[in-house]
């Protein structure tokens, strides 16, 4: 299918809260350009290719049980559903990060699972010990990719293939007690968290916070990604508030210095975080770099 984009579409911005690097199994872009996404959704696996022609146009085709519903997804994946109209910049950094960057868009998967499970393997560890986690299970226990993607395509795993790994598998993927017991929690009762997605907003976070194991940053990062929550702000992260501090005031913050001074957004404050980011703000780096831990040695 063809799709024409009433704005200025950046692939690599939009789907760029999806990504993990060289660890994302389920998000890769080929050498052509072509942006591959593998997803768990309602009807079943699916693969989704995306690219931008020339004229502004979208190409996109899917493959799977799941792919009439990833075609018709595209719109809100890249981000057709946003809308920053109602959006004030009270501070001076924020108003030129925006205007800098008049294409960013909040995009919507559509579906809760796949980023739930990427949250969950996120939470209190290294960037790299999670992704480390996430390409272990997709490489293992996902099923390669519908359709002719690439060999590497993984979609991640289902509910029921994780409710089915024993306690040596979560060993070797490097997924602690903790985390592993509130996938376990959320595979029980996945089918019904997806309503987060038509509730949104606060009653969608607070939907998927009824999980053990999900709280306030969890159900955000799910939020952003499966619904490109504007409000959704990442509290409880180790970088965001230092961050946010750093670019609005020069000085550290933590949590609840942070919501402090984002609360003239509300209900957009996820919003102004993501133009700090793509104005390229970063929490700044002191001291020694935390140590990967390795559980699978232990």
Same mark, same amino acid.
């Given at each position: ?6 704005? @200025? ?24 350009? /072509? ?21 502004? &146009? ?18 809100? $994946? ?9 959006? /004030? =910049? ?5 108003? %030129? ?7 960013? %868009? ?9 980023? #739930? ?28 990719? !519908?359709? !002719? ?5 993984? /979609? !991640? ?7 089915? #790994? ?15 017991? =509130? ?9 019904? $968290?997806? %309503?987060?997605?038509? #509730? ?11 999980? !053990? ?19 959704? /702000? ?43 980011? =793509? ?9 020694? &770099?935390? @140590?990967? %831990? ?5």
């Amino acid at each position: 299918m063809f799709w024409r984009p009433a704005f @200025e579409v950046d692939l690599g911005r939009v789907l760029g809260p999806l990504t993990r690097g060289r660890g994302s199994l389920n998000i890769f872009t080929d050498e052509r350009g /072509v942006t591959w996404l593998a997803s768990n959704t309602p009807d079943g696996p699916g693969t989704l290719a995306l690219r931008k022609l020339g004229d502004g &146009r979208i190409e996109a085709a899917a493959w799977g049980a799941g792919a009439d519903r990833l075609l018709s997804g595209v719109p809100a $994946l890249l981000g057709a559903d946003d809308d920053d109209s109602g959006f /004030v =910049a009270h501070h001076d950094v924020v108003a %030129r990060a925006r205007r800098e960057n008049p294409g960013l %868009r909040l995009g919507a998967t559509g579906f809760v699972w796949d980023w #739930l499970v990427l949250a969950v393997l996120e939470q209190k560890v290294t960037g790299k010990e999670a992704i480390r986690s996430w390409a272990e299970l997709c490489r293992r226990f996902g099923e390669r990719a !519908p359709g !002719p993607a690439p060999d590497r395509l993984r /979609v !991640p795993p289902t509910p029921v293939a994780l409710r089915s #790994l024993h306690d040596w598998h979560w060993h070797r993927a490097g997924v602690d007690i903790k985390r592993r017991t =509130a996938l376990l929690n959320a595979a029980r009762v996945a089918h019904h $968290l997806e %309503r987060a997605v038509e #509730l949104r907003g606060r009653e969608g976070r607070l939907l998927l916070r009824h999980v !053990p194991g999900i709280g306030v940053w969890t159900a955000a990062e799910i939020a952003q990604r499966a619904w490109g929550d504007p409000d959704a /702000v990442s509290f409880g992260d180790y970088n965001i508030p230092s961050m946010v501090g750093h670019a609005l005031l020069g000085a550290k913050l933590d949590d609840e210095g942070m919501a402090e001074l984002l609360a003239p957004y509300a209900p957009q404050r996820q919003r102004a975080v993501r133009y700090l980011e =793509a104005a390229g703000h970063r929490r700044p780096r002191f001291g020694p &770099r935390i @140590e990967l %831990r390795e559980y699978r040695a232990m």
